[in-house]
């Protein structure tokens, strides 16, 4: 076959009904399994804003959001139009050996959204973003040691993953970096830690992705504090909280006085579109890692910096900015948390909703009423977070809402919609909700039925 024999449109015409089949094949074999298990093997075929459509032409709502990457939801127009633009303008990609003028564009605008930070690294991913983060702290303070919060997920590479909180992910990789996990919000522990005259830095979530657990106020600025009288930085990981999904750019900008030493984003920059990273810092930090010219390559990538990957994120920030997508995560937010927390009430297993702007939590626990906690503590000795699995999959089956698990083993579901999302989207999804949990207190019904095959599925892998 030649290049001109190409043709992207029948090859998916012809061989996407293979999709499960050829990552069976191919592929990670557990996805799905694990798809088919829960009923989620759909076949998607088209995709636009906070919504999805199959193959018969049914509509999904979307609050998951690719995991975050899809802030502006799926194919806006101005990214789309922003990557036609730079692949037809023919440029000099990538020679290595000059300074092309699109990744300082996004520097230039990502750095107006950021009082403090003056240089900005382009990656591929938020994890590479977090890796170079931990680079730099060290090489700046020329300590080895890196402290995190427990339940943390930083990234699944070797340096981030030292430096995330959960067991499951570490596991059986170790040796990884000289690390230590602090409480989130415990300062005692911070103080004790720094005593140790070893620490180069502290990186934390202002809002953990699991179980979507916020830093108690006034932490992050005390933690500053206490990090530079020691000596050691402050790195901010806004690789999901950041560019507008709190309602505001960044999350840590909800506490006033709070100036991180680094700053990590990603997902939401991409547009949906091209993996891009971004390392934000300060810029003694960088003129320590690039001290000479014989270090000008010292850390770099080889896709960093694309123009592709750059135009996404220009494009992002515009959209951003002019169709005030800050504003409507805080408003839209607000309105979808008031209306799920009016349910707690009301449901005796549902018992928190938290989080900020589109990064809500809804936390699950036990029931008081005799029947209902007999189920519960079927399901907890089967396997801790089965309930919030159970309301995750009729969401999908019945009402065509995805929405996903906090983290393993919690009961808690997190929603991280688009930041283009409705209020009509809100009624659907609350109301949605409330059918589920409706059935599930109610002490019988299908979702019921479903928990007992949930039970079955976790004895069995045990």
Not at 292 to 310: E, I, L, P, T
Request: glycine share 12%; proline share 4%; with cysteine.
């Amino acid at each position: 076959m030649t290049t001109t024999d190409f043709d992207l449109g029948k090859l998916l015409a012809e061989r996407a009904g293979e999709r499960y089949e050829l990552h069976s094949r191919h592929l990670n074999h557990q996805l799905p399994r694990m798809l088919r298990t829960l009923g989620f093997d759909r076949m998607y075929e088209r995709a636009a804003g906070a919504h999805f459509w199959d193959g018969e032409g049914n509509d999904y709502l979307d609050m998951l959001a690719g995991f975050g990457v899809m802030g502006l939801g799926r194919h806006h127009p101005v990214v789309r139009r922003a990557l036609h633009d730079v692949i037809d303008a023919d440029l000099p990609d990538l020679t290595r050996f000059d300074c092309a003028p699109l990744p300082g564009l996004l520097a230039e605008r990502l750095l107006s959204h950021s009082p403090g930070l003056d240089r900005v690294y382009f990656g591929n991913s938020g994890t590479e973003a977090v890796e170079t983060a931990l680079k730099f702290a060290r090489r700046a303070t020329g300590r080895e040691r890196v402290l995190y919060c427990a339940h943390a997920f930083h990234g699944l590479t070797t340096g981030a993953l030292s430096v995330n909180g959960e067991a499951c992910f570490r596991d059986g990789f170790a040796p990884l970096l000289p690390d230590t996990a602090i409480g989130l919000g415990d300062l005692d522990a911070l103080e004790r830690e720094l005593r140790r005259g070893d620490v180069a830095a502290l990186i934390v979530e202002p809002i953990q992705g699991k179980g979507v657990h916020e830093t108690p106020p006034g932490f992050l600025r005390a933690a500053r504090e206490l990090l530079h009288r020691r000596g050691a930085l402050l790195i901010v990981d806004e690789v999901q909280t950041g560019l507008g999904r709190t309602g505001d750019f960044y999350a840590h900008q909800h506490e006033p006085g709070v100036e991180p030493d680094l700053v990590c984003v990603a997902k939401a920059l991409s547009g949906g579109y091209v993996p891009v990273g971004a390392t934000l810092g300060k810029d003694w930090i960088f003129k320590k890692v690039y001290s000479s010219m014989d270090r000008v390559v010292v850390h770099s990538a080889s896709f960093g910096a694309n123009a592709q990957a750059m135009a996404a994120g220009l494009a992002v920030l515009a959209v951003l900015e002019g169709e005030d997508l800050v504003g409507n995560a805080r408003r839209t937010g607000a309105l979808l948390k008031s209306r799920l927390s009016e349910l707690v009430g009301r449901y005796e297993m549902l018992h928190d909703v938290r989080g900020r702007g589109l990064m809500i939590g809804l936390q699950f626990g036990r029931p008081t009423s005799l029947g209902l906690r007999s189920r519960w503590t079927m399901l907890q000795t089967a396997r801790k977070g089965l309930f919030a699995q159970m309301v995750v999959v009729p969401l999908l089956q019945r009402h065509r809402i995805l929405t996903q698990v906090s983290g393993d083993r919690l009961e808690v579901i997190k929603l991280i919609p688009p930041l283009v999302l409705t209020e009509g989207d809100v009624e659907r999804f609350v109301a949605a909700f409330t059918a589920v949990m409706d059935e599930a207190h109610s002490g019988g019904g299908l979702i019921w039925d479903f928990g007992r095959t949930l039970v079955k599925q976790a004895v069995g892998n045990r």
